[in-house]
T-cell receptor
């Protein structure tokens, strides 16, 4: 049972470099999410995609872009990485939006360090 | 935005009960969740409770909700060393998001 798979698991970037975090889910879920986790701050939503073809900003979207490539895949791009983007990034998916009472399933996380 | 608060640390002896507490501010919360995060892993959904319920029991887990005080708790009976992890509460509101607490690190002492 793969569930939500994200790559890479670890990455070190220099300030100003760009990179894309990839995410895929095999549960046929409609909604997908990108969160970041920082010490002492819990998880914060960066962007989400309610369904294929749509994306919306979450709490902390600045410095990021996303693409919902198809129903399975949702990527997160850092165009010009900054040290403040050093964090653990989690991709997640749910059958439909949480406002309808659907639960979210998480990937294992991507540890990103920007130096 | 919504504010979800938890204490950061809890230590218990193996075999005792653990109680992890959470307070939230949004009275329109529809669902409240408990997630478990083991080291180096993602968040695993443990259980959830709908806001019109007071209690939910699932094997060793008991969730209590006091909607008037906006207080949620997770009780783990007969705590084992495998329960050592970070536990997050989260609230789901009418928005398309879950708001997470900072997490409580549970340490089980053998």
């Amino acid at each position: 049972n793969a569930g939500v798979t994200q790559t890479p698991k670890f990455q070190v970037l220099k300030t100003g470099q760009s990179m894309t975090l990839q995410c895929a889910q095999d549960m046929n879920h409609n909604s997908m999410y990108w969160y970041r986790q920082d010490p002492g701050m819990g998880l914060r939503l960066i962007y989400y995609s309610a369904s294929e073809g749509t994306t919306d900003k979450g709490e902390v979207p600045n410095g990021y872009n996303v693409s919902r490539l198809n129903k399975r895949e949702f990527s997160l791009r850092l165009e010009s990485a900054a040290p403040s983007q050093t964090s653990v990034y989690f991709c997640a998916s749910s059958e439909a939006l949480v406002s309808s009472g659907n639960t979210i399933y998480f990937g294992e996380g991507s540890w990103l360090t920007v130096v | 935005g919504e504010d979800v608060e938890q204490s950061l640390f809890l230590s218990v002896r193996e075999g005792d009960s653990s109680v992890i507490n959470c307070t939230y501010t949004d009275s329109s919360s529809t669902y409240l969740y408990w997630y478990k995060q083991e080291p180096g892993a993602g968040l695993q959904l443990l259980t959830y409770i709908f806001s019109n319920m007071d209690m939910k029991q699932d094997q060793r887990l008991t969730v209590l909700l006091n909607k008037k005080d906006k207080h949620l708790s997770l009780r783990i009976a007969d705590t084992q060393t495998g329960d050592s992890a970070i536990y997050f509460c989260a609230e789901g509101t009418g928005a398309n998001n879950l708001f997470f607490g900072t997490g409580t690190r549970l340490t089980v002492i053998p």
